[in-house]
């Protein structure tokens, strides 16, 4: 059974991509930097919103948060994204695969244009059972990639809460066993690489990770990775934001309308509706959640029903269109 922690973490499925848990634990044969994770991860992003096999830079760099990214760092993570692999091997037993994840990747005065290996596609398209859901708003605070490589490997292991692993294992995990320094010094290996991780999965995640040292003698031959999960709470989405938008403007629209009533009774009420909608606007840096859209987005429709409705009693023109109803759970206008 998992573990659980205090931890309340907002996620925007809106921003999030899915992989399956098959890909998601999977030993990139290729070491790939932040820049290049994050370039795998958009391309994944932009054909699961909507079928996209393409996009520009600008929107790559704004996703990300980056300053300038120069076309020549675009040439060298193209070419090593485009020629990665992805290895399904057990860490522990001496069992491997290697699949391509690119056929062509193409970079045009700004455009990315991709085309994946079929064989990979189920991994990203094709999810039905086990797979992972990644918030890239979350991943894009990481500053290393081996805090992405671990977030995305004990999230893919859902319902355990520590898995037992040699250094060895931790070393193709994190694409560094070639690196001598990492093989020769356990020590220069958890500050370089696993207590980043984890310092960095803590700090930004729902995930809290520790681990127990395993030794054989002296030396430390292994790990057990412990983490518990907190509680993840999901953002509105883009349409419920949309929607409740609109409907807030469109009740404050008739703030003028509504002081020029002349019923008293009438024009206090629809008042009282005009600052009870008004108040469902997140102020500035404050995000509101799905369930909050849920409940404020049939209360504010009321209320510029109910505020129409003594408009025309009271003989005001209402000066805004009805806003017509929209089924956000399923995503279409009726």
Not at 152 to 167: D, F, I, M, T
Request: glycine content about 4%; some cysteine; charged content about 30%.
């Amino acid at each position: 059974m998992a573990r659980k922690n205090d931890k309340e973490q907002l996620v925007s499925y809106d921003n999030s991509i899915k992989k399956s848990n098959e890909f998601s634990m999977a030993n990139l044969n290729h070491g790939l930097t932040l820049n290049q994770m994050q370039l795998l991860a958009y391309s994944i992003y932009c054909t699961q919103q909507d079928g996209s096999t393409e996009f520009i830079k600008a929107d790559f760099e704004r996703k990300f948060g980056l300053k300038r990214y120069k076309t020549e760092d675009a040439y060298i993570d193209s070419e090593k994204v485009s020629a990665l692999r992805y290895s399904t091997q057990n860490l522990e037993e001496k069992k491997f695969r290697f699949t391509a994840i690119f056929t062509d990747l193409q970079y045009d005065n700004g455009t990315f244009k991709i085309e994946w290996n079929q064989k990979f596609v189920p991994h990203i398209l094709e999810l039905k059972d086990y797979y992972v859901t990644t918030d890239l708003t979350i991943t894009s605070k990481f500053k290393s990639s081996f805090s992405w490589t671990l977030y995305e490997y004990l999230k893919a292991r859902y319902g355990a809460y520590y898995v037992p692993v040699s250094k060895e294992a931790l070393l193709r995990l994190f694409g560094v066993e070639n690196r001598k320094t990492y093989i020769d010094s356990t020590a220069q290996f958890k500050r370089g690489v696993l207590d980043v991780a984890i310092n960095e999965v803590n700090q930004y995640t729902e995930l809290e990770v520790w681990y127990k040292e395993k030794k054989k003698g002296r030396a430390i031959v292994g790990f057990e990775i412990h983490w518990s999960t907190g509680k993840t709470v999901p953002l509105a989405t883009d349409n419920q934001s949309e929607e409740l938008k609109r409907l807030i403007d469109d009740v404050f629209a008739l703030w003028g309308v509504v002081h020029q009533m002349q019923n008293g009774d009438n024009k206090e009420r629809a008042t009282k509706l005009v600052i009870e909608t008004e108040g469902m606007r997140k102020g500035k840096g404050e995000q509101m959640t799905s369930k909050e859209a849920s409940e404020y987005i049939p209360r504010a429709k009321d209320n510029l029903r109910l505020i129409e409705a003594f408009l025309e009693y009271d003989k005001q023109p209402a000066t805004t269109k009805r806003v017509p109803f929209y089924n956000w759970l399923e995503e279409r206008d009726y």
